[in-house]
């Protein structure tokens, strides 16, 4: 540790700290342009300049590190000269337009002019005129004239993403940032640019000339578009949401991806439910809720509380979860609650991780999951670890896992067997009797790939071990817990990647989690027991692994009733459907993939009759005829600080996985997994930016079928379905398999496995 002084305050910092971030730690804020803490110094903009004793020149703060006895002066004669000096330079050629500029009352160049700068410009010679609105991509706009050449645009996307899309072009006074061959910026991480500008000159495209500070209201948030749950601040004007922006907080650098970002407009979407159905017909909310209570109240009577069963869907607030599960449970007496989740696996919840333990880890394994298209900010986090610690990554799937910017190896199994093929692989590696019993099946009758063994050895003998897990791969959970078991007091985080967003946030609420209590619903349905189904924000048809199942239980159901945002696959067969508040709208908590507890703060009303749970909750137990009271509830209490209280690990005796089946027909075997980009709320700003080719196959497949490098629609048949896709080569997909992401594959019920023959479009119109 290093003692300095500030301002005549002492200071203790570790060594190696720059005198911005001493400063930082006692409240001095010492103004800066060009450095970030998450990208490091660099010095370009010269405007954090601090004098320090026995130097004899000023010293700029973000390059400058601590040392024992140090006495800095952050304000004085010569710095207040040095720092006016630096801006005067700065406004030469900028355009002066605060009044029309987006980033007017928030812009670090302004902030700083007015308190450290000169009173007037004396360069009268005429300014250079630079190019403006320029579009980096469909989401950022650039106006070069306002630029201060300080970089962090450039170093973020081409050191801490790894993808060069801005570059400085020019000498001297020209010198502009702009895009590598004029091509428009590509990263999913792109939007980030946009916060990281301390001054006017990136914008967001959908927010420009939308509002200003004074007109606006913003609240802290949280993303709801994946699991990662991604801290924001929201913006709302007229009561509707026009921005949406990465807050940073202790440990998180606040970056967001695009599609979290862009993504904020979906409550005004036109798909969305703003009015009640009622059989079909439009009608009010209270007539909505006054027959779901009727018809709750006969289906008990009839047949007793377990008549009625309620699936949530995982993308409720915790309060809300709760308000449901407190009124079907003691209002309405049922034991039928569940939660539709789109993957069968089940985490081990003791062993659930969090975004530090992918921080220290000295290993990374990625079951089944790309989190550059699954959940990217994760594959952010990963990559600055293993920048910092050099993280030992190791993929195992169905396909290649890492990439470019996430280096490590890779083991590419056959479909359906990556449980199989890691339990295989461990138990070769070592006799513990937990990991003996879940291979006892497999072992033998599953090849194991040339890589699995060194793998399993990388994940045996790690001090700290962090894994990444879709879900899909039901043998998967099993194989995991017997895993933290044999590696004894070892830490093991299991950070589960899969949806719906906040599931966690059912688990808080008391609304079992696991698939096979979802499955129980459904074949009670089916079989005729259940008189009146309650979908919370469920999408059985869509989201459950087995699609035949819930349409069987919908269609044996009398009455099937529906509450959400957008209404859901066989809508139009169910008795009512009834409009709910969503995300931005309302004031809750939701839970994160590693079991964090987040706030999330309302800026936009409700359009047209949706209203929050509880108050349509109080309006069915009124037509029930019975009082519904809500208790306070804190989600929060009872818990392990901003965490889930997690459960301590299982004793029971561990079971063998089964040996997978793999289909022999021909075609091509299907194989699913997460985009982000793909399986997000509808959104009318992504549209720009839409996948136009979400399916993926090998080149040599591609060449074969005839699908172009740039891509191509192409006809999948499967189990006497058609689906219409357009599709395009990818080198990480083996020969032989079709990826399809996982939201686009429920929606068109084509399961993982499924061997299906493809046609290019054209040739089929031609037939």
């Known amino acids: 540790m290093v003692r300095l002084t500030i301002d005549g305050q002492e200071v203790v910092v570790p060594e190696g700290t720059t005198v911005v971030d001493a400063a930082a730690q006692i409240g001095i804020e010492i103004p800066i342009y060009c450095y970030h803490q998450a990208l490091g110094s660099l010095g370009a903009c010269r405007i954090c300049l601090v004098e320090i004793e026995k130097m004899p020149k000023l010293q ?9 006895g140090m ?25 002066l337009d605060c009044p029309v500029c987006d980033k007017g009352g928030e812009c670090f160049l302004q902030d700083y002019a007015f308190r450290y700068g000169p009173g007037k410009n004396r360069f009268e010679e005429a300014k250079i005129q630079r190019q403006k609105d ?30 060069e899309q801005l570059v400085l072009s020019g000498r001297g006074v020209h010198t502009v940032v702009t895009t590598v061959d004029d091509r428009p910026a590509t990263s999913p991480f792109a939007g980030n640019v946009i916060d990281l500008c301390p001054v006017g000159a990136l914008l967001s495209e959908p927010y420009h000339f939308k509002a200003r500070p004074w007109n606006i209201e913003r609240e802290e948030s949280t993303c709801v578009q994946c699991p990662v749950g991604c801290p924001t601040a929201i913006t709302g004007r007229d009561g509707r949401l026009v921005r949406m922006e990465g807050r940073p907080i202790p440990g998180n650098w606040g970056f967001l991806c695009d599609t979290g970002r862009f993504s904020y407009d979906f409550g005004r979407h036109p798909d969305r439910l703003t009015t009640a159905v009622v059989e079909g017909r439009p009608a009010t909310l209270g007539e909505a809720t006054r027959l779901l209570g009727e018809r709750l109240k006969a289906a008990v009577a009839e047949a007793g509380p377990d008549a009625v069963a309620v699936l949530t869907g995982g993308a409720l607030t915790v309060e809300d979860d709760h308000a449901v599960a407190t009124f079907f449970r003691e209002v309405v007496g049922t034991t039928r609650l569940g939660l539709v ?8 919840l003791a062993r659930l991780g969090t975004y530090e333990d992918l921080a220290q880890a000295d ?29 030992a990554v190791w993929g195992l799937g169905d396909r290649v896992l890492t990439r470019e910017t996430l280096v490590g190896r890779d083991v590419v199994v056959e479909p359906g067997t990556v449980g199989a093929t890691l339990a295989a692989a461990l138990a070769a590696e070592t006799d513990h009797p937990d990991l003996a019993a879940v291979a006892a099946e497999v072992r033998g009758r599953v090849s194991v790939p040339e890589g699995a063994l060194a793998m399993a050895r990388a994940l045996l003998e790690a001090t700290h071990l962090a894994v990444l897990w879709d879900g899909l791969d039901a043998e998967a959970g099993p194989v995991l817990e017997a895993l933290a078991r044999a590696r004894d007091d070892r830490r093991t985080a299991i950070l589960p990647t899969h949806g719906p967003r906040s599931w966690l946030g059912a688990v808080r609420a008391g609304i079992p989690t696991d698939t096979d209590a979802t499955r ?49 696959a066989g809508s139009e067969r169910m008795t009512a459907l009834l409009p709910l508040a969503a995300w931005g709208e309302v004031a809750g908590t939701y839970v994160n993939l590693e079991g964090r507890l987040q706030v999330a703060r309302p800026a936009a009303n409700s359009p047209g009759q949706a209203r929050p749970a509880g108050a349509v909750l109080r309006a069915v137990a009124r037509a029930y005829g019975a009082a519904f ?16 209280r997690l459960p301590a690990p299982p004793d029971t005796p561990l079971g063998p996985v089964p040996v997978p089946r793999l289909d022999a027909a021909e075609g091509l075997t299907v194989i699913l997994g997460q985009v982000v980009a793909v399986d997000h709320w509808p959104s009318e700003i992504l549209t720009r930016t839409e996948e136009a080719h979400p399916a993926r196959l090998a080149p040599e497949d591609a060449a074969r079928l005839g699908v172009a490098l740039e891509g191509g629609r192409v006809v999948v048949e499967a189990d006497g379905r058609r689906l219409v896709v357009g599709a395009r080569p990818d080198a990480r997909i083996p020969r032989g398999r079709l990826f399809l992401p996982l939201g686009l594959a429920r929606r068109e019920r084509v399961r993982p496995g499924t061997r299906v ?4 479009e054209e040739e089929v119109a031609r037939r």
């Open 520 to 568: 129980a619903i459904l074949e009670a349905a089916a079989a005729g027991r259940i008189r009146t189904l309650v979908l919370w924000g469920a999408d059985p048809l869509r989201d459950f692994p087995d699609p035949d199942l819930a349409e069987r239980a919908l269609a044996a159901c009398p009455d099937v009733f529906w509450a959400g945002w957008f209404p859901p």
């Open 341 to 348: 989740k789109p993957v069968p696996g089940a985490v081990p």
């Open 629 to 644: 009271h809500l208790e306070d509830f804190d989600p929060f209490e009872d818990q392990d600080g901003e965490r889930l």
């Open 757 to 760: 023959a493809i046609t290019r």
């Open 60 to 68: 700029t703060a973000c390059t400058t590190r601590v040392a024992e």
């Open 134 to 163: 320029y579009p980096v991509s469909p989401y950022i706009l650039l106006d070069q004239e306002r630029c201060v050449l300080c970089q962090r645009c450039v170093r973020f996307l081409g050191e801490y993403v790894g993808e």
């Open 363 to 391: 290993t990374v394994l990625l079951l089944h999951v790309d989190p550059y298209e699954a959940v990217p900010v994760v594959h952010l986090m990963l990559r600055e670890a293993q920048r910092k610690r050099r993280t």
């Open 71 to 95: 006495v800095v002066r952050t304000q004085g004669p010569a710095v207040d000269k040095g720092r006016r000096g630096i801006l005067e330079f700065l406004l030469i050629n900028h355009p």
